[in-house]
């Protein structure tokens, strides 16, 4: 089932009666953001510089957003726009916020101010319980095959 303009509007007055903000990530939301990644086991790579949300946030610029929730934070968004395409390189949401339309409204407002770049794609490598998730909000398989290489 993917996500339609009414569930999407769903997911919008749930998000106002949550108080749910979503914006760009500042410097200040570091130690959150990076608290929120731990709280999740395995989200937090082992290969990962100590440095990496920093970098991530300095890179995204205003396409690193986070989600508050009652002043708290409760997601995390992290997207580049490289010119050929755009990347989703982390998202990661509370998990007692999960299946909350969180996770979807980060995705969506991405994907508008994307789109109004001129973005016409983003490419994620994803955990693989969370495929589901992507697919409801419409991502599909990419023909691409993701490789990597430790250097």
């Known amino acids: 089932m993917r996500l339609g303009s009414a569930d999407l509007w769903l997911l919008i007055q749930k998000a106002k009666s949550m108080e749910i903000e ?54 995390f968004a992290c997207f580049h726009d490289v010119g050929f395409r755009a990347y989703l390189s982390e998202m990661v949401i509370a998990e007692r916020h999960q299946k909350s339309g969180i996770g979807s409204l980060l995705l969506k407002k991405a994907e508008n101010i994307l789109s109004r770049r001129g973005c016409k794609l983003i490419v994620a490598d994803v955990y693989p319980p969370a495929e589901e998730f992507y697919h409801k909000n419409g991502w599909v398989r990419s023909k691409a095959t993701l490789l990597a290489k430790r250097i």
């Open 22 to 75: 979503i914006r760009p990530a500042t410097p200040d939301d570091e130690t959150a953001i990076k608290q929120l990644i731990f709280s999740l086991p395995g989200v937090w790579q082992k290969e990962w510089r100590d440095s990496a949300v920093s970098l991530a946030l300095a890179s995204a610029g205003k396409l690193a957003l986070v989600a508050i929730v009652n002043k708290a934070l409760a997601g």
